[in-house]
């Protein structure tokens, strides 16, 4: 029986040396992942060498089809925190891995602050309790601070523009205030509710008072309007009636701004229906509104000179 001869395979011959190519290029990935901080530096990593051949009938010569695997190690998860919120002017704030804070624009963009945006202001109720704040910590902030009035009910204390284009907040102060039932008519409690409460006394609240609490259904049927006052028959005794003109506008002050400030007042326009209802209309076109942030800027200088000896941190309304 005569001995076969054996066939050498040289893996750099194959297919001119892309055997081989391959091979190196599947073990060099495989180091590279071993070498990997993300990866679990114990898994298994494998190298497959798939050598195909297709022979001919006269088994002279045979196709030959390479293919080489690998089985990596994914890469281990990182546990983090992400925190979500928006800037003044929309933009989304994204705080991730270490801290680090990106602001997230309305294309989809995405940038890295170096000087991050505070997350979470402090929040205050007070006038008072923003001055206590700045004298215990404010020197210590290394900004310059402005108080910046933003509305009746909201004050913030600010930074210098980041380099990002955004501007910190560092504290604010919301007012806590009840929502005024205006411009809609409302029966003769809920009217005489909303006076007593919402609205400092004067004497146009309490002729308004006087007519509303007084009346009588078949009243306003009785009532004489001209388009700017009306006037009204109401009880004024056991069998008495009295006729009252209720002037138009009103100067009525409501409660509408922080309580350690003078609440400015305001022109309303009073009208009454059928069914002893009544509305109260604004007619000043909201410039309550610019003296009530005069007056909140003039109380919290007040408050600094008090406090510092000085106007320390500009006020801005």
């Known amino acids: 029986m005569s001995k076969k001869k054996a066939i050498n395979f040289d893996l750099s011959e194959i297919a001119d040396g892309g055997v081989q190519v391959k091979l190196n290029r599947a073990l060099q990935q495989v180091a590279d992942n071993i070498l990997d901080p993300n990866t679990d530096p114990t898994k298994k990593r494998k190298v497959q060498l798939n050598i195909t051949l297709a022979p001919n009938e006269k088994r002279d010569a045979s196709d030959v089809t390479v293919e080489v695997k690998t089985t990596l190690a994914p890469e281990v998860g990182v546990p983090t925190t992400m925190l979500l919120g928006r800037d003044a002017n929309g933009n989304q704030l994204i705080t991730g891995l270490n801290g680090r804070q990106y602001?997230?624009?309305?294309?989809?963009?995405?940038?890295?602050?170096?000087?991050?945006?505070?997350?979470?202001?402090?929040?205050?109720n007070q006038l008072t309790s923003l001055i206590e704040w700045l004298e215990s910590e404010g020197s210590s902030i290394?900004?310059?601070?402005?108080?910046?009035?933003?509305?009746?009910?909201?004050?913030?204390?600010?930074?210098?523009?980041?380099?990002?284009?955004?501007?910190?907040?560092?504290?604010?102060?919301?007012?806590?205030v009840d929502?005024?039932?205006?411009?809609?008519?409302?029966?003769?409690?809920?009217?005489?509710?909303?006076?007593?409460?919402?609205?400092?006394?004067?004497?146009?609240?309490?002729?308004?008072?006087?007519?509303?609490?007084?009346?009588?259904?078949?009243?306003?049927h009785q009532q004489t309007d001209d388009g700017v006052s009306q006037s009204v028959q109401i009880n004024s005794g056991v069998a008495s009636v009295d006729e009252v003109k209720v002037?138009?506008?009103?100067?009525?002050?409501?409660?509408?701004?922080?309580?350690?400030?003078?609440?400015?007042?305001?022109?309303?326009?009073?009208?009454?229906?059928?069914?002893?209802?009544?509305?109260?209309?604004?007619?000043?076109?909201?410039?309550?509104?610019?003296?009530?942030?005069?007056?909140?800027?003039?109380?919290?200088?007040?408050?600094?000179?008090?406090?510092?000896?000085?106007?320390?941190?500009?006020?801005?309304?």
């Not at 006076?195 to 609490?213: A, G, M, P, W």
């Open 247 to 317: 002037p138009n506008p009103v100067k009525l002050i409501p409660f509408r701004t922080f309580q350690e400030v003078d609440q400015p007042a305001s022109k309303f326009i009073f009208r009454m229906r059928e069914g002893m209802q009544s509305a109260l209309f604004m007619a000043d076109n909201n410039q309550w509104q610019v003296e009530a942030k005069n007056n909140i800027k003039r109380y919290i200088q007040q408050l600094e000179q008090e406090t510092f000896g000085e106007i320390k941190y500009p006020v801005i309304a």
């Open 179 to 220: 929502s005024l039932n205006l411009e809609s008519y409302l029966d003769q409690e809920s009217m005489i509710i909303m006076l007593q409460s919402h609205f400092e006394e004067n004497d146009d609240r309490n002729i308004i008072l006087k007519v509303v609490s007084n009346l009588r259904d078949e009243s306003i």
């Open 142 to 176: 290394n900004d310059a601070l402005k108080i910046h009035v933003i509305s009746p009910t909201k004050v913030e204390v600010i930074g210098n523009l980041a380099k990002g284009g955004q501007r910190p907040c560092f504290a604010e102060v919301r007012a806590v």
């Open 103 to 124: 602001l997230l624009d309305h294309d989809g963009d995405a940038a890295l602050l170096n000087d991050p945006i505070i997350a979470h202001p402090l929040q205050l």
